[in-house]
């Protein structure tokens, strides 16, 4: 089972819509989660980092499960610009099994496209 | 600039030759990861820094691949004997131990 897994869509949805994306993760152990957006061909960049009471920005929703092990992404009113890639990171405090010191991991992330 | 620099942005070269991939990251930024994403594809782990200790390798994908980090400075990805399966967009990000990770713009690499 992969570490961080998002649902690799595309999820096509016409402008004015809500759309979420969940992420699970598997270690118990990880502590704080972030939400990157990836543009077409460009780096990804930090959109919102994930608190336990939840956070909003602007149209930005996010949620954090600790119970269930999943994050969630809610876009209201969405427009063009936001079609991306969004990928879940979940950090891990500590060492992993294999001792290794390594703590952030990236999802694959979640095709978004949002229809004129 | 104060963001993570990558050189070279674009590098094309012939299967079965050695390339050096750069990165500078953000000034005092302890972790530095190096990722590899394939057209279409997510991230890929290669190789995780964090200050002085030894370096997570378990993402480099044949001993082709090696890549070394002074410090907390400027870190080097070395590919010798490249194939066409290395062509991707490399990725170097630098972070505050476990803080989000700022990325560099990527090395475009493309194997004739």
């Known amino acids: 089972r992969k570490e961080v897994e998002q649902d690799p869509g595309p999820f096509n949805v016409p402008e004015g819509a809500t759309v979420a994306f969940n992420c699970t993760y598997s270690n118990s152990a990880s502590q704080s989660f972030f939400w990157y957006r990836q543009d077409c061909r460009k780096e990804p960049k930090l959109l919102m980092s994930v608190y336990s009471s939840g956070n909003e920005d602007g149209r930005f929703t996010a949620q954090l499960n600790r119970a269930s092990q999943y994050i969630s992404l809610l876009i209201r009113d969405s427009k063009l610009s936001d079609s991306a890639t969004y990928l879940c990171?979940?950090?891990?405090?500590?060492?992993?099994?294999?001792?290794?010191?390594?703590?952030?991991?990236f999802g694959s992330g979640t095709q978004l496209t949002v229809l004129p | 600039g104060a963001g993570v620099s990558q050189s070279p942005s674009n590098k094309v070269t012939e299967k079965g030759k050695d390339v050096e991939l750069r990165c500078d990251p953000i000034?005092?930024?302890?972790?530095l990861y190096w990722y590899r994403q394939r057209l279409g594809q997510g991230l890929e782990f290669l190789i995780y820094?964090?200050?002085?200790?030894?370096?997570?390798k378990s993402g480099l994908p044949s001993d082709r691949f090696s890549a070394e980090r002074t410090g907390e400075s400027v870190s080097t990805l070395t590919i010798q004997r490249t194939q066409q399966e290395d062509s991707a967009v490399y990725l170097c990000?630098?972070?505050?131990?476990?803080?989000?990770?700022?990325f560099g713009d990527g090395t475009r690499l493309s194997i004739l």
């Open positions: 820094f964090q200050g002085n200790s030894a370096p997570d």
């Open positions: 990000a630098s972070s505050h131990s476990n803080q989000p990770q700022h």
């Open positions: 000034s005092g930024h302890t972790a």
């Open positions: 990171v979940v950090n891990m405090e500590g060492r992993r099994p294999s001792g290794s010191a390594r703590q952030l991991t």
